[in-house]
């Protein structure tokens, strides 16, 4: 069951750099989306989210972009901090979320 | 800020015992939610809880599994005969209503030996 795809498993960026975290879905009836941070042996902390009936959500540095058509959506961190580095994850659904399996960022200082 | 919170933090047990983990979700949330992280692996949907039921379950959530809102505060995952593979980061959620953001609290981890 891969309803929700991250195939980055890592990705290292260079401070002030932008990161840009993919994530992909199957199921069309999806109508809501979440990024997720997540440190080692913690809970994951809500980051930003967009409806299907946007394309885009800013909050400060992130930025998620929702392709409903290619059912894709990102998210962007600009600028990339060192404190960004994390395991970040992507969910979608309405009330029940699936979650994609998690990309890893490093931001190098 | 209202956070979720989960007890204990770390549970050792034996195979075969009952363990019961243990959350206060966010005080005017109306979902409730266990997930599980096994080690390396996704966050994985267990159930989740609405209006007293439980509104959906994944094939992990077998009959070992059970939920229960004693209170109005807290929300408890009961594994009724623990298993090796149960060793996991146990995670409780819970979401204002429909299409908003789930909130998660700091996992419990759980050692089956």
């Known amino acids: 069951d891969q309803q929700v795809k991250q195939n980055s498993p890592s990705l290292s960026v260079q401070e002030g750099r932008i990161s840009i975290l993919n994530c992909d879905y199957t199921n069309s009836m999806f109508d809501y989306f979440l990024w997720y941070k997540k440190y080692p042996a913690e809970g994951p902390t809500f980051l930003i989210s967009?409806?299907?009936?946007?394309d885009k959500n800013e909050d400060g540095r992130f930025t998620v972009f929702l392709n409903k058509s290619a059912k894709h959506l990102s998210l962007h961190i600009v600028p990339s901090q060192p404190g960004d580095s994390a395991v970040y994850f992507c969910?979608?659904?309405?009330?029940?979320?699936?979650f994609g399996t998690g990309t890893r960022l490093k931001v190098l200082a | 800020e209202p956070e979720v919170t989960q007890t204990p933090s770390h549970q050792v047990t034996q195979m075969g015992q009952e363990v019961i983990l243990r959350c206060v979700p966010i005080s005017n949330h109306l979902y409730f939610y266990w997930y599980r992280q096994i080690l390396g692996q996704k966050v994985e949907f267990l159930v989740s809880f609405y209006n007293n039921e439980i509104s959906e379950k994944s094939e992990i959530f077998d009959d070992q599994f059970s939920v229960e809102r004693p209170d109005g505060s807290n929300f408890t995952l009961k594994i009724r005969s623990t298993k090796l593979e149960d060793s996991a980061m146990y995670f409780c959620a819970s979401m204002l209503d429909r299409a908003y953001e789930q909130y998660f609290g700091p996992g419990t981890r759980l050692t089956v030996t």
């Open positions: 967009i409806s299907s009936i946007k």
């Open positions: 969910a979608a659904g309405t009330y029940k979320y699936i």
